[in-house]
């Protein structure tokens, strides 16, 4: 892993093929994309491509990267200005729940399903040192502080990122919250956001004394 860098290619014309494709994996995986739909996209030729990507893998993976880079500085910078628990946590999950070109768990079950080893490793190491990194080091300074208790920063950090992704699913513009709508469903008009999520999660649904 330490010849394989985590921080994505920064050259302008392969940051743009690189925006080109990520909204094409997100939206499709991995297995529906091609070349060619990449190249029309982007706008660029296929020598052009081949010049920065040696194939669809490697630019699905610097594709990740990319994603994964932008959220992690994203986090950092969201809680820099915080000073409790809970402002930490509301900023960490503005972010996580903000509108953004897919879902990590698609890009994640892409991963294991069509990417090799070495690459798979890589954008784990990644997906840790963007996502889990920061958000763990929030539950390590909660627990600290005494805000947090009961269950160690890891399962925590775990927890959190699971209710993030679940609210995801059910945001604004979401495939379930339109499904939910037309069917006249429960959540029409249902506000799951980041209030909401940091309350769950530090107060539960349990009924209190």
């Known amino acids: 892993m330490q010849d394989q860098p985590l921080q994505p290619i920064s050259a302008p014309t392969a940051v743009k093929i690189i925006e080109a494709a990520t909204h094409l994996f997100m939206q499709r995986g991995y297995k529906a994309v091609s070349i060619t739909d990449i190249i029309k996209a982007a706008e660029v030729t296929k020598p052009t491509l081949y010049y920065y990507f040696a194939d669809k893998e490697e630019l699905f993976v610097q594709m990740g990267l990319s994603v994964l880079a932008m959220m992690g500085a994203q986090l950092r910078d969201a809680v820099a200005g915080a ?28 991963m294991f399903e069509h ?67 037309e069917a006249g469903g429960p959540f029409t008009g249902t506000a799951l956001g980041a209030s909401t999520m940091v309350d769950l999660f530090l107060h539960g649904v349990a009924s209190h004394p």
Do not use: C, K
Request: no cysteine; proline share 3%.
């Open 83 to 110: 000073s409790t628990t809970a402002q930490r946590l509301a900023a960490l999950a503005q972010v996580l729940l903000s509108e953004r070109d897919g879902d990590m768990r698609l890009m994640r079950h892409e």
């Open 115 to 181: 990417v090799g080893p070495a690459q798979r490793e890589r954008l784990a190491h990644a997906f840790y040192n963007s996502l889990f990194a920061p958000i763990h080091q929030v539950m390590v300074q909660g627990l600290a502080d005494g805000d947090l208790a009961r269950y160690p920063a890891e399962i925590l950090t775990a927890m959190f990122l699971g209710m993030s992704e679940s609210f995801h699913e059910f945001a604004a513009q979401s495939h379930m919250t339109a499904w939910s709508g």
